[in-house]
């Protein structure tokens, strides 16, 4: 099952393609990092493609935390409108952590945050049975390194869009 980035895939849906596809020509991808097809696509304001929003695919948490921070991007707002209005698409909300602390505990810490950004995906009704969860725990960092910047861009839920 191919799969893209919320953002990646919303574009090509509203521009009319009906075959999302890996236009980097690169099959695969370097363990560790997410495959090609999986990046992201910022769809910008003003697009004649885009209903006139950006929509983003990926919330940060603050440090040992799952709670929601508040969004002036509204990123979850967003993407629970889309998703209502393109109801054939099903999402896969991938839970990370920074590298901090045993894989057990980062496991467990990507679940819950994944959870909660469908929890409130569900609560801006989208039907529980389109949104999957998985944790990668700290097994695929956004950002390598060992500082806060780098922490921070890791702590994060990523979500991507299936047929």
């Given at each position: 099952?191919?799969?893209?980035?919320?953002?990646?895939?919303?574009?090509?849906?509203?521009?009319?393609?009906?075959?999302?596809?890996?236009?980097?020509?690169?099959?695969?991808?370097?363990?560790?990092?997410?495959?090609?097809?999986?990046?992201?696509?910022?769809?910008?304001?003003?697009?004649?493609?885009?209903?006139?929003?950006?929509?983003?695919?990926?919330?940060?948490?603050?440090?040992?935390?799952?709670?929601?921070?508040?969004?002036?991007?509204?990123?979850?707002?967003?993407?629970?409108?889309?998703?209502?209005?393109?109801?054939?698409?099903?999402?896969?909300?991938?839970?990370?952590?920074?590298?901090?602390?045993?894989?057990?505990?980062?496991?467990?810490?990507?679940?819950?945050?994944?959870?909660?950004?469908?929890?409130?995906?569900?609560?801006?009704?989208?039907?529980?049975?389109?949104?999957?969860?998985?944790?990668?725990?700290?097994?695929r960092p956004a950002e390598v390194g060992s500082n806060e910047a780098v922490w921070a861009m890791n702590r994060r839920v990523v979500t991507v869009l299936q047929k």
């Open positions: 099952m191919r799969q893209l980035s919320f953002p990646a895939l919303v574009l090509l849906v509203l521009a009319g393609c009906g075959d999302p596809q890996n236009h980097d020509g690169q099959a695969g991808a370097q363990a560790g990092s997410p495959p090609q097809n999986q990046r992201t696509m910022p769809i910008t304001p003003g697009s004649a493609h885009t209903d006139n929003f950006r929509i983003g695919d990926r919330v940060f948490f603050d440090y040992d935390s799952y709670a929601l921070k508040p969004d002036p991007d509204r990123t979850l707002l967003k993407q629970a409108a889309w998703l209502k209005r393109y109801r054939q698409w099903k999402v896969v909300i991938e839970g990370h952590a920074d590298e901090r602390g045993t894989r057990e505990y980062n496991l467990a810490l990507g679940a819950r945050r994944a959870e909660a950004v469908k929890a409130f995906l569900v609560g801006e009704g989208v039907a529980a049975d389109r949104i999957a969860t998985i944790s990668y725990g700290k097994e």
